[in-house]
């Protein structure tokens, strides 16, 4: 089992930036794949980015691209989104989320959740 924590979010004007952790624990993280989603109200989870834990290969949506990084520092098993240029459309609760292997591009495949974190971006 594999448990997720995310931190960081927050309100912030457009344009702004914050930062988002993931903290994983109870299970080696090396052969992982771990990825952001975010569901904001009425709306279905969208997935928002990926990192192979092996090598750092990473994987965005076209509606985040050049905007935001996610990154992992493999001795802590965390993870993180850098989230910047923010828009009122990011605003969303944010899940950070974890499976075994699999393609770093699919959203396929995610067995373990986090509980999400708030981000609100302001006009």
């Known amino acids: 089992q594999v448990q997720l924590v995310e931190s960081g979010g927050g309100l912030v004007q457009a344009g702004g930036s914050l930062r988002l952790s993931c903290a994983a624990s109870g299970r080696t993280f090396s052969s992982h794949i771990m990825g952001w989603f975010r569901q904001a109200p009425g709306k279905e989870r969208e997935f928002v980015t990926a990192v192979r834990w092996s090598d750092g290969l990473t994987y965005y949506a076209d509606s985040v691209k050049g905007r935001f990084t996610i990154s992992r520092d493999a001795a802590k098993n965390a993870g993180y989104l850098q989230m910047n240029s923010l828009k009122p459309e990011d605003t969303a609760v944010y899940y950070c989320?974890?499976?075994?292997?699999?393609?770093?591009?699919?959203?396929?495949?995610?067995?373990?959740w986090g509980q999400g974190t708030q981000v609100t971006v302001s006009s």
């Open positions: 989320a974890a499976k075994i292997g699999g393609v770093v591009s699919s959203r396929i495949g995610y067995a373990y």
